[in-house]
């Protein structure tokens, strides 16, 4: 429930239009309006006159000799490039290259072509409940 001491709380806090206030405590200041009218006009007429001052007021910029000393006073980060950084970074880059070379040789020889074999072959070896027979290849004839 609103009273005069939380209307003027939450004008303080949040400025003279309800319609910013929390959307939970709108409908209870409208109630507070309607039920004070003159108390409650008189300080939200406050708050506005707050509002329409802060809205007004822009904060001050610094002088460019303010702006020079704070930058100057900064403490500078340090280059940390180094040859052992370099090397680091050459050895990393070395690994992935020979980590690549290496799959792909090892790529191509897993990949090799099998021998021929024909589709009855095929059908013989999948159908065969006991045993897997391979059949012969040309080459071993």
Do not use: C, N, Y
């Not at 708050?47 to 930058?71: C, F, T």
């Not at 500078?76 to 070379?101: D, E, H, I, M, Y």
């Not at 020889?109 to 059908?123: K, L």
């Amino acid at each position: 429930m609103m009273d005069a001491q939380r209307f003027e709380a939450l004008a303080d806090a949040h400025g003279g239009l309800i319609a910013r206030w929390p959307a939970e405590v709108q409908d209870d200041a409208f109630a507070w309006l309607a039920q004070a009218p003159e108390a409650a006009q008189a300080v939200l007429t406050d708050a506005l006159a707050l509002d329409e001052a802060l809205d007004v007021l822009r904060p001050p910029q610094p002088s460019a000799a303010l702006r020079d000393a704070v930058l100057a006073a900064a403490p500078r980060q340090k280059q940390t490039w180094s040859l052992g950084r370099w090397l680091a970074g050459a050895g990393v880059g070395a690994a992935l290259a020979t980590a690549s070379v290496a799959g792909v040789m090892i790529g191509t020889q897993v990949s090799t072509a099998p021998a021929e074999v024909s589709d009855e072959a095929v059908m013989s070896a999948s159908t065969d409940d006991d045993w897997i027979v391979l059949p012969e290849t040309e080459s071993q004839s």
